[in-house]
């Protein structure tokens, strides 16, 4: 642990080029083998996002229809009570 914190204190330049060289040797070998795992985190954000824009729609359908009767409720409520008390 107390080397990782070394590392970003600056304190400690050999271990940090050591980890920018082996991270630039590693790359072309760990690359290839993280883009299967990439291109599945990408289709799991795609369903994600087609099941939220359906759900969405749906709740937007049933709060325009709740609207549409509340305001009908509220023509034949006003309708009432003009007719009577006229």
Known sequence: MAFFEDIFKGGNIVAGLAIGVGAAVLAPVV???????AKSVIKAGLIAYDQGRVALAELNEHT??????????LSEVGKGASHSGA
Not at 31 to 37: E, F, H, M, S, V
Request: cysteine-free; charged content about 30%.
């Open 31 to 37: 690359i290839p083998a993280l883009r299967p795992l």
């Open 64 to 73: 325009g229809d709740i609207m549409a009767e509340a305001r009908a409720e």
